[in-house]
Every structure is written in C-alpha cells, then in structure tokens.
C-alpha cells in the first residue's frame, strides 16, 4: 500500500491533440492519500473513468507520471500495479460458478487453496450470497452479478487501492444503501485506499472522507463533503453539490457591494477590480423570503414541500434562484424579496471563485 | 480502448497477413490467367502476365451467349432477393411477436427447408417447373431458390425484429397507425439492416448456386455458372477465357460486400449475437 | 418477455407457407411417390414398397459414399471451426484495417461456387497452376487428377479456403459484442491469455459457434458442386460424396426409385443432426 501521486497528468484519446477540447483530461497533479476514501464525483464524460483507468494502469497517459510512494508506475501493467477495479456493469465469468468467479483472481496469483477458500467464505458472507456460492454465474440477475464483481474487487488483501466505476448503477436503491456501508465497513477494517466513482452527490458525500469533483477534465476541487458545500471552488461545484444547488445572479462587483438587477448585496469582503464575467453564488439554504425594500426583488413561481423543508422556486430577473424554508417558518403570502445571509456569499469570476483574502495580497 | 488493441501486437497481424495470402492467391491467379493469351498460359509459367491482354475479356463482352448468361444470373437473383424478402418480412413479424397455434413446429420446419440438400430436389424440380410450363424461366430458378432463401430470410429478420422493443408498435397503434402503414412508415425503417443483411444473403445464396439453376434451364435462362461449365467440357481448354468469365462473376459479389461492408461481422451472425 | 397469443398471425405467415409449400412440399411428395414405386419407362408405376430403401441401406457403393461424406464433415469441421476462431481473435478490432480484412474475407463466399471449383482446378493444375507448379518444382508429387489422396486435401484446402471466413465472421461478431469491461476486468485480475480465451471469450462465442458448426456441417454433407468442378468424384469414387453420388444415380442412371429412397434417407440423416444442434442451441440460449 501506498500513497498515489499523479503528476502533471494529461491525457487524449487522439493521436495529435492540438485544440484544448482535445484533450479529455487536462494538466493536473493530484495526490491520493493511502488509506483514504476518495470519491470522484462528475456528470458523465468529465473524465472520470479516464483518469480511473490511467490510476489502474488499463491506459497509458499522454503526459506526466504516476507515482505510487516513490515508485515511477507510469509505463508498469495492471498486475504490477497490484490494483483492484470494479466495473460500472457486472463482468462476472459466466461459465464459472459464484465461488471459481471469487476465487479467480487469488488463484491467479497462486495462493494456496486453503487461504483462497477462507477468504473466498469471508467476501460472501460480506456481499450476502454464502448460499449461492456454488451456483452457475450465468443465470444470476444483475443486481447479483454486480454483487459477485465488487467481492472479486475486494478478495484480494494486499492491494494498492480499490477502485470502483460506478458500481452501484444497476443495483436497486434498497442493495446500494446496503453494499455503500459494507464498502464502508470495509474500508475501516482493512484500510484500503479507496477510489470510488460515480455522478450521485448523496453516493460521493456518504462514501468518501475526501470528494474530488471534475469538470471538464479537470478537477476543479478536492476536499472534504464540508468544505465542498462551504466554498465551492467552482460554479460547477456550487450547482452539483447540493439540492437544489446554489442559486448563481449575475452581479456587478464594486468592493464590498455587489449590484444586482438594481438592488444592492453588501459582501463580507472587498474585492478588487475584476474583469471578466461576475457571479454572485448563495446557496438556497442561506436565503431566505421577505417583503419591503430589503434584499433582492424576487418572484415566486413554485412551492415544493419535500417533507423536511420546502422549496421556494422563483427568479431574479432573469436568473432562476431556489431559496430553502425550513417546515417550521411560514411563507409570507407576499414576499417579493430574497435575502442573502452576506456570510455565506462567494464571488466568482468566469466561474472561478474569487478568494478576497488572496485577492488582497495580490492587489 | 486503446490499452486493448494494443494487446494485439505484431503476431496478430502476421496471421491475417498470411490468412488473407492464402485468401488472395487463387483468386490472383484467376486474374493472372485471365490477363494472358492461351498461349502464354500453356507455354511460359509465370508470376504475373508478359502482355497482359484483355482479348478474353472481349471475348465474353461481345458474346451474348456468354454475357446473357450474366445477365440471366442476375435477373433470376434479384427476382429471388424481392420475392423472398417480400413474403419473409410479414411472417418474420409474427414470428417474432406472436405465439400462435403451432408456431415452433412451423419455424422449425421452416428451417429445414434450408438443410434440405439441393440434389435431392433437383430431379424434382425439374419435373415440376417441367409439367406447369416453367421450365427454362428466370421465375422457375428465383422460385426454386426460394426453398432456402425464404426460411433464411424468416430467420435472419426475425433476430433483427426481436431486437426491436415491442412498446415501439404499441406506441404506433395508441397512435393511430393502421398495421401496414406502421409496418412500412416506422418498422421497416427500424430494421433496414437487417433487411440488408436478409437481402444480401438472399443474393449471396442465389448467385453461388448452381445445382439447380442449372438443372432448371436449358438456353433462355441459363445462368453464367452453367455457360462456363459448358464451355469447359465443350471448347476444351480455353483458359483465358474461363478464368475472365470467372473473374467477372466475383465482381458482383465484391460490390454487394463494399454495399454492406460495415454490417458484415453483425450480418454474417444473422442479428443474433 | 411472454408473447401474446394471436392465432391471425397465420394471415402473416401465409405467404410463406404457399411459396413453401409449393416449392417443397410438392417436389418432396414426388419423392416420396418415387421411392415406393417401380418404373420400366413410359407412365407405367407399380408399388414396390420398402424395396428401394433396403436396396439404399445395403448398398456398398452408399455406404461408401457415407462414409467419405462423414469423414469429409468431420475433418471440415475440424479444421475450419479452430482455424475460424483463430483467425477471428487474431482480426483487427476496428478500424479502416478490420473493415479490409472483413471486406477480402468475405470475397470467397460470394464466389459462384462452380467458380471456386474452377479456381481451384486451376491453382492446383501441375502444369499451369500456381500450387500444382509449385509443389512439382520443390519435389513434391502431387497430382489431384490420379492421385486419391492428393485429391482429397485439394478439396479439403478448397473448402477451407472457401468457408473457414464465414467461421472467422461469425466468430468476430461474437468477440466484437464483448464490452472492454470484460477485457479490463480480466487484466485486474491477473487472467493469463488463454483464460481469458477460456472464460470469456469462449464462453461469449458460443452461440454463435453453434450457428457456425451447424451452417458447416449442413453445407458440407451437401457439397457438391465444388468437388464435382475439381475433381469429378475421381480418381474413382475417391471424392464421390453423397450428393455427388445422388445426382449421378438420378440424372446420370435415372434410376429413379432407389435416387428418390436414397433422397429421403440423406434428407433425414441431415435433418436428424440438425434437430439435436438446434435442440442444444434453443437450450442454451434458455439457459443464459
């Protein structure tokens, strides 16, 4: 086991790329902690599966290395990488029965039979099918297959990582939330580096210590489920993270005022000058209604009650913004104004947030 | 993946280079003959034509016993294509959406029609097309050739039809489609391959075959299988020829292949992998 | 996925089974009228029975001819299913070079196939054929007109060459719809090549596989037309296969109540050992 480093990682599926759009992951270098549970969040064709793939050794980057301790990988195959990988649709040896497809990947290796079959007792007891360790994988449902993939990930003890492509997709919700703890589980009691892809936010913050978020084939933050939904690093990051995500306006940004559709936001920080396109960024948990002159002019278009709070759908001007009321608040029958809590607003230019303590020094 | 194909290194390609040697040299010598003079067959050997000439070829183009039979060929194959195709694609629709009375039992003996060995129904045959007046007729050869062509045809489009999901139809009728004019506006465009598979095979199947399509004609629809087999026994050894005549039956398989090239692999395993 | 019962799709089948049955039915009752009757010439039929299927049964000559037909399907399918996969996993996945291949390896199959008897007669010629020429000057003898067993593997390497593509075809079908998962997963799993030949890609060919070896061996128990070319069914009755021996008795000797008897026998041989393939590929296909 140990600490997996990319370095100055680039990749293209073209021979030549030239353009930016080229290229499907785009200069990075990102450091894996060992141990750590990772999840990497992203819409589909971010790049996720790509850089899951480079980490595994299943494709060979463009540019740059992986490191895993010290130790150059880069040009090193899957089986000297020493890696596990769970798959987004089950791959399960059909001809073979649940306990060969388990065991498949120890007796590659050469272990000895008695070991092979203690953990091969051991992973289906974990994944629920110790009663159907001798039947034919062919004639299984998904759901199972799935199951038997993610204990051929796991059967192995002495791996760099574990990495998982969406494994969860074809089980049904009642299974993942089962299999997502016993992953979990696993983690705590064998400490594996773990790298878990997927594009459900719930799935990434319930998994992972750390969540990784990539956009356009790049990552656009890395850090803990809190700090994501605190200060996204990214506009991208503010609207995955979250539900609804945060309300975006467009806003003209003079020091510690930002100017929005007429109406004034006073800001925590002052802000330099900045060109480029400006966005105020507010999450729907920290706004909330009101009537008169205060806030932002807002109208209403849709209440949705999701039983724990409800959600305010409406706009400003031409931007659509959600605001959050908790069960117990009522909802004034005229509220035309929207009022940001200032603490939590974020500045961001051309989708960038802008760091004011930063900005200052620079300035 | 890239990753993947690379796992296929220089062996592989070794072995197609050499398979498709192997593939490629009767067909080059056919073509090597056909280029030379019967003198220069019989008396140099050699590699690849001195002077080269395109006499043989002439020869057949300006025969209308030789190019009729092309000709022939190729009237009693199309005839045989639409025919099959016409007949199989209502039935691959039941076949592939219903259960009916006896249905398997149906399908099955559909199917062995397509074992059924062609010499068996030769004599047959020539009896039959012989007592209603058919005998030496394009349609006697597209009929015939029906026998295995239509069950096939049936198996092929019911594969691709399967594939179809059958909310597709329900939807279309909720729609207010009448059955035919669902089946032609919106399903056959949702099958067109595997009608092009069907098609091909149908052609494939007629054009190669000689057995009965020789047994069924004598002069008017005699096909360009059978003209060279004549020609064979009769003229004795005129090489030249013989290899131009078969050279330019390979033609029309070769362009309905480049038609349907990139439905080959899927249409060689009939829609059912 | 259950159908619904709808006994009108008859209507849809209806078609079919005219042009069918015209074309089947009617020929295969004539056969049938043969085989249970005598003629001396002219419209004059008289029953005879069993007689001519016990004449067929005890027959040297095609018991002979059976004999070789087994053999020649058996060594066919022999070579031409391993060589057909081979070929196959050793074909270009995609791309301008699979779509080449593909294009070339599907040129023997639309040959006419009295064309690809033709050819062969030709290539294998000791005087004017490339392999024939070639064979003599490397002191090899080699003539497929007089020599029985130079006869056999011309007609042997004929029908390799002129089918094992359609085996290599259905074979890359079934390779090609393998998703790369499978490949992935197998290298994360350490499988050596031949598991991954043995537990996957095997196990994915097999259905059609099943459509290959049965398409093989239907077509092989009938060849005719090839051999006849090449080598006329000499030296003797080296190369005479069934078919061959059933048209030189119907069309050569007339003899058309032990053709007709013999007709049938062939037919259900051949019907017989399809059903069993059919039966184990309509089981498989349940299973999975």
């Known amino acids: ?363 | 993946m890239a990753a993947v194909a690379e796992s296929k290194g220089r062996g592989a390609a070794l072995v197609m280079v050499l398979y498709l040697l192997f593939l490629m040299l009767p067909i080059y010598w056919l073509l090597n003959m056909s280029l030379k003079t019967n003198a220069e067959i019989l008396g140099t050997f050699s590699l690849w034509p001195k002077n080269p000439t395109l006499a043989n070829y002439r020869t057949i183009l300006t025969d209308p016993s030789w190019y009729m039979g092309y000709v022939n060929s190729l009237i009693y194959v199309v005839m045989n294509t639409v025919i099959s195709i016409t007949v199989a694609l209502p039935a691959a629709y039941a076949f592939s959406r219903y259960r009916f009375m006896g249905d398997k039992h149906l399908f099955f003996w559909l199917l062995t029609n397509r074992m059924a060995p062609a010499a068996v129904f030769a004599l047959p045959f020539f009896q039959l097309y012989s007592s209603i007046g058919l005998f030496d007729t394009h349609i006697a050869v597209a009929l015939a050739h029906c026998l295995f062509n239509v069950p096939l045809a049936v198996w092929i489009l019911e594969g691709f039809m399967s594939g179809v999901p059958r909310e597709i139809d329900e939807t279309a009728y909720i729609d207010g489609y009448s059955f035919p004019r669902f089946f032609v506006k919106i399903f056959m465009p949702l099958i067109a391959s595997g009608i092009g598979v069907a098609a091909f095979f149908c052609f494939m199947f007629s054009w190669v075959e000689l057995l009965l399509s020789r047994t069924l004609t004598s002069v008017n629809a005699k096909p360009i299988a059978a003209t060279m087999t004549r020609t064979v026994s009769a003229s004795g050894l005129d090489w030249g020829v013989l290899a131009a005549a078969g050279m330019l039956t390979i033609i029309p398989g070769a362009l309905v292949i480049w038609f349907v090239r990139n439905y080959i692999a899927k249409g060689f395993a009939l829609g059912r992998v | 996925m259950d159908k619904p019962v709808n006994n009108r799709a008859w209507l849809l089948v209806l078609p079919v089974l005219l042009l069918v049955a015209f074309s089947a039915i009617l020929p295969l009752m004539t056969v049938v009228n043969y085989s249970v009757q005598d003629t001396f010439g002219g419209n004059q039929f008289f029953w005879a029975g069993l007689d001519w299927f016990e004449e067929v049964i005890h027959s040297d000559r095609i018991r002979a001819a059976l004999g070789r037909q087994i053999l020649f399907s058996a060594i066919i399918l022999a070579i031409e299913i391993p060589l057909g996969i081979f070929v196959a996993l050793n074909m270009p996945k995609k791309g301008i070079w699979a779509s080449f291949c593909l294009v070339l390896m599907a040129l023997p199959l639309l040959i006419p196939w009295n064309v690809v008897g033709t050819i062969w007669q030709v290539f294998g010629r000791v005087d004017i054929g490339l392999l024939g020429f070639t064979l003599r000057k490397l002191g090899i003898s080699y003539n497929y007109v007089n020599d029985a067993i130079d006869a056999w593997i011309t007609v042997v390497v004929m029908d390799v060459w002129h089918w094992t593509s359609l085996v290599a075809l259905l074979c890359y079908a079934g390779l090609q719809s393998i998703p790369d998962a499978y490949y992935q997963a197998a290298r994360i799993d350490q499988a050596s090549r031949w598991k991954v030949f043995r537990y996957i890609e095997l196990p994915k060919m097999q259905g059609v596989l099943l459509i290959a070896v049965l398409l093989r061996f239907m077509d092989s128990f009938m060849i005719y037309t090839e051999p006849f070319v090449v080598t006329g069914g000499g030296p003797g009755n080296a190369t005479t296969f069934l078919s061959i021996d059933l048209v030189k008795m119907a069309v050569g000797q007339f003899d058309l109540g032990p053709a007709a008897a013999f007709s049938l026998i062939y037919f259900l041989v051949i019907l017989l050992i399809s059903f069993v393939f059919y039966t184990v590929m309509t089981r498989e296909k349940e299973d999975s």
């Open chain 1, 1 to 363: 086991m140990a600490r997996i480093t990319l370095e100055n990682l680039s990749h293209s599926y073209l021979p030549a790329p030239s353009k930016d759009e080229d290229w499907a992951l785009k200069p990075m270098t990102l450091t894996w902690e060992d141990g750590g549970a990772y999840a990497l969040l992203g819409s589909s064709g971010c790049g996720k599966s790509t850089l899951l793939n480079i980490i595994s050794g299943l494709l060979l980057p463009s540019k740059g290395r992986v490191l895993f301790g010290d130790r150059d990988m880069t040009g090193l195959s899957t089986m000297e990488r020493n890696i596990a990988q769970v798959f987004q649709f089950p791959v399960v040896y059909d001809t073979m029965s649940v306990r060969e497809n388990l065991a498949f990947p120890l007796k590659n290796r050469g272990l000895p039979a008695d070991r092979i079959a203690a953990r091969v007792a051991e992973i289906a007891e974990m994944i629920g099918m110790r009663d159907a360790l001798d039947r034919r994988a062919r004639g299984l449902t998904a759901d199972a297959k799935q199951k038997i993939s993610l204990g051929r990930g796991m059967v192995r003890q002495d791996v760099n990582a574990i990495l998982f492509d969406e494994p969860l997709t074809v089980i049904d919700p009642h299974m993942k939330w089962e299999l997502r703890t016993q992953l979990k589980e696993l983690h705590r009691r064998f400490g594996h580096t773990m790298i878990y892809v997927t594009h459900d936010q719930t799935e990434a913050l319930t998994f992972a210590d750390q969540v990784v978020v990539m956009y356009d084939g790049r990552v656009v933050q890395a850090g803990t489920p809190q700090a994501l939904f605190d200060a996204p690093e990214h506009t991208f990051v503010g609207y995955f993270i979250g539900s609804p995500g945060m309300n975006l306006m467009d806003a003209r940004i003079e020091g510690a005022i930002a100017h929005i559709e007429g109406a004034q936001v006073p800001l925590p920080y002052g802000y330099g000058a900045m060109r480029g396109r400006t966005q105020l960024g507010i999450r729907p948990e920290f706004l909330s209604l009101g009537t008169g002159q205060e806030g932002l002019p807002y109208t209403i278009r849709r209440i949705e009650d999701v039983g724990h709070h409800r959600i305010i759908r409406g706009r400003v001007g031409q931007a659509d913004v959600n605001v959050i009321v908790p069960e117990d608040q009522p909802i004034p029958a005229d509220a035309n104004r929207v009022i940001p809590d200032p603490a939590h607003a974020h500045v961001y230019l051309d989708d960038w947030r802008v760091n004011p303590a930063r900005q200052e020094r620079a300035a």
